[in-house]
Nanobody
């Protein structure tokens, strides 16, 4: 099975930037759908950004224009560049992956992903 390990979280002031990383085990990383989800205390988990094996990306409206998802197949690593951070971005951020076919419209649905990391914390203060 696939193991995912996130890193790069931390505490920043509003307007700052962070770059999250997710390292995946296995030798079929390039064939996986990959995504970032987040969950704040007392709130439901929400999809933030996702990328297909062919490079198709999708973003939550709340982060569009501020966040960028990318992957490095040679290093089995997924990234999330987060710019212009806002206090409402504060949450635990999780990396997720799946080897199956996911339609574009469902790429931010947590039910589509079988493998999950433990998360990395992001805290944004004013």
């Amino acid at each position: 099975q696939v193991q995912l390990v996130e890193s790069g979280g931390g505490s920043v002031q509003a307007g700052g930037s962070l770059r999250l990383s997710c390292v995946a085990s296995g030798n079929t990383f390039s064939t996986y759908y990959m995504a970032w989800f987040r969950q704040a205390p007392g709130k439901e988990r929400e999809g933030v950004a996702a990328i297909s094996p062919t490079g198709t990306t999708t973003y939550a409206d709340s982060v569009k224009g501020r966040f960028t998802i990318s992957k490095d197949n040679a290093k089995n690593t997924l990234h999330l560049q987060m710019n212009g951070l806002l206090p409402e971005d504060s949450a635990m951020y999780y990396c997720a992956a799946d080897s199956g076919l996911i339609l574009d419209i469902a790429m931010l649905a947590s039910e589509m992903y079988a493998y999950w990391g433990r998360g990395t914390q992001v805290s944004v203060s004013s």
